[in-house]
C-alpha cells in the first residue's frame, strides 16, 4: 500500500493567529474542522496539543495531514511514521491510518480533499518550496495553494471497493478461500481485518452524514448503530470530537 509521504515545507497557517484562539475554546477537545465550502475540499482540521492517539479509521477522501510544531505519529498500513514540523503526509482514501497521543506542543493542520480532483504530488513540492517557518500563512492561502493544482475530471480516482455488508464467510467461499485465510489475505491488503474495515467504513459514512446535517440518532441508525452512546464513543475515537460537536461543526474562519 502505498503512501506518498513528502518531507513538506510549508507555509503553512497563519494558524498561529487564526487557530490558537478557536481552539481554546474547544473546551477538551484539541480537534477542530471546518466546512470551506470549496470544490474538492471536503473540510479542513486542526489540532492544538495534548490529544489522545486516534483509532484506526478510514476516509473517502485524501488525507494531506501537515505539522505546523511538534511532532505527530501516524500508522498508517502497519507503519509508523513520525513526522517533525514542516512535513507533509498524503494518505490515498481508503487506507486504514490512527495516530499515537499527541503531546502538548504539537499543532497541526488537516485538509480533507476528493479524490483525483487536485495533483496533490505538485501541492507537496508547492509547500516544499513555500516553506519558511518565521512566516506562517493563512487557512485560506493553504484552500488556494491546493486549488491551483485541480486536474483535469477525467484523471480523478475514485474509491470504488467497500465491502458488501454480507457474511465474511460468504465473502471468503466466493474467492475460494477458508474465513480464516480470506481474512488474513484482506488485513495484509486493507491493514486491517474485514470487520474492522466494515466499521471504519460505517464510521465515515456517518461522518458524511453528519456534514449534511442529519441529527445524530438517525445517523447512528442509518449506519447501523442500535446503541447511540457506543456510536459516540466509536467516533470520538476515530475523529476526535464527538458526534454531534462534528455535526455542529462550522464554516472555514476565512
Do not use: N
Amino acid at each position: 500500500m502505498q503512501v506518498m509521504l513528502r518531507v513538506a515545507a510549508q507555509r503553512l497557517p497563519r494558524l498561529y493567529e487564526a487557530m490558537p484562539p478557536l481552539l481554546e475554546t474547544a473546551g477538551a477537545d484539541a480537534w477542530r474542522y471546518w466546512r470551506p465550502g470549496t470544490d474538492g475540499i471536503v473540510e479542513l482540521g486542526a489540532l492544538r496539543g495534548g490529544a489522545p492517539g486516534l483509532a484506526t479509521h478510514v476516509h473517502e477522501t485524501v488525507q494531506v495531514t501537515l505539522v505546523l510544531a511538534g511532532r505527530r505519529t501516524l500508522v498508517v498500513g502497519g507503519d509508523e511514521i513520525e513526522l517533525a514540523a514542516g512535513r507533509c503526509l498524503c494518505i490515498p482514501a481508503g487506507v486504514p491510518h490512527a495516530s499515537r497521543a499527541e503531546p502538548p506542543d504539537v499543532v497541526g493542520l488537516i485538509a480533507f480533499v476528493s479524490p483525483g480532483v487536485y495533483a496533490l504530488a505538485d501541492v507537496a513540492a508547492d509547500i516544499e518550496r513555500a516553506w519558511d517557518p518565521h512566516a506562517p500563512t493563512s487557512l485560506a492561502d493553504l484552500a488556494g495553494l491546493i486549488g491551483r493544482h485541480r486536474r483535469d475530471p477525467i484523471a480523478g480516482e475514485v474509491l470504488s471497493e467497500i465491502l458488501p455488508d454480507e457474511p465474511i464467510a460468504r465473502l471468503a467461499a466466493r474467492t475460494g478461500l477458508s474465513r480464516e485465510g480470506f481474512t488474513r489475505r484482506f488485513a495484509k491488503s486493507r491493514g486491517m481485518p474485514p470487520h474492522a474495515f466494515r466499521l471504519a467504513a460505517r464510521l465515515d459514512e456517518a461522518r458524511a452524514l453528519l456534514r449534511a446535517g442529519t441529527p445524530v440518532a438517525a445517523v447512528a441508525a442509518e449506519t447501523g448503530f442500535s446503541d447511540q452512546s457506543h456510536f459516540g464513543r466509536l467516533f470520538k475515537r476515530a475523529f476526535g470530537v464527538s458526534p454531534g460537536k462534528y455535526r455542529d461543526g462550522q464554516a472555514a474562519p476565512f
